[in-house]
């Protein structure tokens, strides 16, 4: 299976935990589907769902750190109220697209709008497009993802989360549905799954 893989690397990334509003902002270990359908939205400059394109992904980072950070709170009349929280972010977050659409290839040559990896000061810049052929293969490793609940042979910590949000205001997430949180790889060996030769990792390819 010909796809398009695109090596996005950032400093730092951080996804919220859809059940924290306020005080402690932990992050989850891997980007959820939302934040990757929103990366390619940004880079074609219009909304993209699963319809669109169906997309895998490979997410890593160097670690895990707690930051201090100033949050406004706005009420009227245009009053701001400063507020404290700690909020955990990942160090050198590296994301691995692979997408069974060609043609965003141009878009990720010149994004329509800048690359996020999580929140809006999160920056990314993009190292690396290259076609590349993945083909099935049994007992390879898996892992960097979200995959969707229940899957016989996996395991992690299960959270709901949407697959997207909508374009309107406000935004509504939808397709929300319980995924696993697979943050390392582990050996997957109930079926062949796509495999990139070159990563040495299986791909877990997610369809609208």
């Not at 878009?107 to 329509?112: A, L, Q």
Request: hydrophobic share 40%.
């Amino acid at each position: 299976m010909k796809v398009l893989r695109i090596h996005i690397r950032g400093w730092t990334a951080s996804f919220r935990y859809p059940m924290f509003i306020s005080g402690f902002q932990p992050t989850l270990p891997v980007p959820p589907l939302s934040t990757i359908y929103g990366l390619l939205s940004a880079a074609k400059g219009n909304l993209v769902t699963p319809s669109d394109t169906a997309v895998g992904y490979v997410f890593r980072s160097q670690g895990k750190a707690v930051d201090l950070e100033t949050i406004y709170e706005l009420s009227e009349p245009l009053k701001a109220k400063s507020n404290i929280c700690k909020r955990e972010m990942l160090f050198e977050p590296e994301l691995f697209l692979y997408l069974d659409k060609l043609e965003f290839a141009s878009f990720f040559r010149k994004p329509y709008y800048p690359l996020l990896i999580g929140r809006q000061t999160e920056l990314a810049m993009v190292e690396e497009i290259k076609e590349v052929n993945l083909e099935k293969r049994s007992n390879v490793p898996i892992g960097g993802c979200v995959i969707p609940f229940p899957m016989d042979g996996i395991y992690g910590v299960i959270q709901a989360l949407p697959t997207h949000f909508s374009d309107d205001i406000p935004r509504k997430a939808v397709g929300t549905r319980p995924f696993y949180l697979v943050d390392r790889f582990i050996r997957y060996d109930k079926q062949p799954i796509l495999f990139d030769s070159e990563k040495k990792w299986g791909v877990f390819i997610h369809h609208g």
